[in-house]
């Protein structure tokens, strides 16, 4: 095989692999490295109650669940509760039955989505952005794995 | 459009790269007059901070004219000169009305790499890798600026463009760790790091009444500048030991205040120093802290550290015991520029804060590779190289 192909098949297993990596850094317990609320079995992990807390008054939420959660339709509970100190309200979901990790990654970047729509009134984006020429080489393709998957993942 | 990007480890090109769009209805596009290297920007050349992907546009201290605005943009307006701070915040959610800029909740689309480093994202930053949002940089012709009227602020008339500038970031920062370390009049301040940002904590640390204010390095040129521009005191550590010379100066005290302006590349003498390159090489630490250590040991009891230096992940050898034992209070922080930005302005606008002296440099962009090369060999007294696109 020439070596540009070799490269490129490495650069799309890599790419793959970003994600993948991301994905189990959430599980990852090392001292003074990463953390994660997602270290319980499928299960539990599927049944925990995600949040975030959103700058806003809370009965503006409950009479208008924000799009990206409502979204989910029945397949999920959602709660709306006051948050502590002025911090608004605290916006929680969960579903009602088994799901899978990349559903979860779902319900993580709705959540994210739901607070920004009530907080700033649209979603930040960042693509497409100018860049030069991009290597076609193992390490990139893992970071632009991983920046795919980032908006998925992390501590929610 | 030209940009400056990142295309490996130590190496910037200059490329032709596609001008930036407006994404969001908050987004202004700004035309780069002026934009600087920062020290922060070489842990990410020396690939200690691996989320860079090649071609990436380099670049988060600077200053130009709007030239766009998106349709939910109030305040900024096209024609309008401005300066826009690096970190990039929503100003809505509970932390940027807090005034903490830089933690903003809706600044960094890519929360999940620093939430499984760090627990919890802070906000996003221009040119400053995937971690923190992968946004393009400011080494380039054009820029896309996020929440345009909450980062971006009209410069002064009287200011130029070369002082407005390093308001982006620099003094902004250095500020942030003054006040923020809570200097109050009558304080002694110690500033570990004499280059940019360290040379402005120090200026603000005056401004703020400080009584001494002590600035520690090696470089010759750098302590020349302090005394010069600051008008601060300065310990050259390649000469004397720090520890015993700050004692002298405060009474056996300590400084009251203590500022790391130095972050995870700290150069040390000896054995420290040596240990913290073979650790950091093995990749058994991923920084090397010395300038904290030695802050968190000089500072009198009671006293307070800021650590404005960008710092990855995980160190060794970090003095717990004596940062508990005597009552230390310790921050740290990425700039939350937008918080000390207009007072920032004030004070260059009267002329109370002068940046011209910190850019050593200043090229066109296309000499971005030299000007970086420069910058990082410290070569011909470089304190900053400013690129002009």
């Known amino acids: 095989m020439p070596l540009p192909k070799i490269v490129t098949r490495a650069a799309g297993l890599a790419g793959g692999a970003g994600g993948k990596a991301l994905q189990q850094l959430q599980h990852l317990r090392l001292p003074g490295f990463g953390q994660s609320s997602v270290t319980d079995d499928p299960r539990t992990a599927a049944r925990r109650w995600r949040a975030v807390s959103v700058l806003t008054d809370p009965e503006q939420l409950r009479t208008a669940i924000p799009v990206p959660l409502a979204a989910f339709g029945d397949r999920l509970d959602v709660r709306v509760t006051p948050a502590p100190g002025d911090r608004g309200a605290e916006l929680a979901a969960r579903f009602r039955g088994p799901v899978t990790e990349d559903e979860i990654g779902d319900l993580r970047a709705a959540l994210r989505e739901s607070k920004a729509l009530v907080e700033v009134g649209e979603v930040l984006r960042v693509d497409p952005q100018p860049h030069g020429h991009r290597k076609a080489t193992p390490q990139g393709a893992a970071i632009e794995g991983m920046a795919e998957r980032a908006p998925r993942e992390g501590v929610l | ?226 005394r010069e521009h600051v008008g601060a005191e300065v310990i050259d550590y390649s000469t004397t030991d720090v520890m015993a010379e700050l004692r002298e100066l405060t009474g056996g005290r300590g400084p009251d205040v203590c500022i790391e302006a130095v972050g995870m590349e700290a150069h040390s003498p000896g054995v420290h120093g040596t240990y913290d390159q073979v650790k950091q090489q093995l990749r058994l630490q991923t920084d090397r802290p010395s300038a904290v250590r030695e802050a968190i040991m000089a500072c009198r009891k009671g006293g307070s550290l800021f650590v404005l230096g960008v710092f990855a992940a995980a160190v060794d050898k970090f003095p717990i015991g004596a940062m508990m034992n005597k009552g230390l209070t310790v921050r740290g922080a990425q700039v939350h520029g937008q918080r000390f930005t207009p007072r920032i302005l004030e004070h260059m606008a009267r002329g109370e804060l002068t940046t011209e002296h910190l850019a050593t440099h200043v090229m066109p962009l296309e000499q971005a590779p030299r000007g970086y090369q420069m910058f990082k060999d410290k070569e011909d007294g470089c304190v900053r190289a400013v690129f002009e696109p």
Not at chain 2, 17 to 34: A, E, Y
Not at chain 2, 67 to 77: I, L
Not at chain 2, 211 to 223: A, G, K, M, N, Q
């Open chain 2, 1 to 226: 459009m030209r940009a400056a990007t990142w295309t490996g480890v130590n190496e910037v090109s200059v490329e032709t790269v596609p001008d930036p769009t407006l994404l969001n209805d908050h987004d202004i596009i700004v035309k780069v007059r002026k934009t600087t290297s920062c020290g922060s920007d070489l842990h990410l050349l020396g690939g200690y901070i691996p989320f860079m992907r090649a071609g990436d546009v380099l670049g988060h201290e600077f200053m130009g004219d709007v030239v766009e605005v998106g349709r939910a943009v109030r305040e900024r307006k096209v024609g309008d000169r401005v300066v826009v701070n690096s970190f990039i915040a929503c100003g809505t959610c509970w932390y940027c009305k807090q005034e903490l800029y830089s933690l903003c909740d809706n600044g960094n689309p890519n929360p999940g790499i620093t939430e499984g480093l760090w627990g919890q994202s802070p906000g996003g930053c221009f040119g400053y890798s995937h971690a923190l949002g992968g946004f393009a940089g400011s080494h380039a012709e054009y820029i896309r600026v996020p929440y345009g009227d909450v980062g971006a602020f009209v410069v002064p008339e009287e200011v130029s463009d070369l002082r407005a500038l390093f308001a982006s970031d620099a003094v902004s920062t250095g500020w942030m760790g003054a006040e923020l370390a809570g200097t109050k009049p009558g304080d002694t301040v110690a500033v570990w790091g004499a280059g940019g940002v360290g040379q402005m904590a120090a200026r603000a640390a005056m401004l703020l009444g400080a009584e001494r204010v002590l600035v520690i390095d090696r470089l010759p040129e750098r302590l020349a500048q302090v």
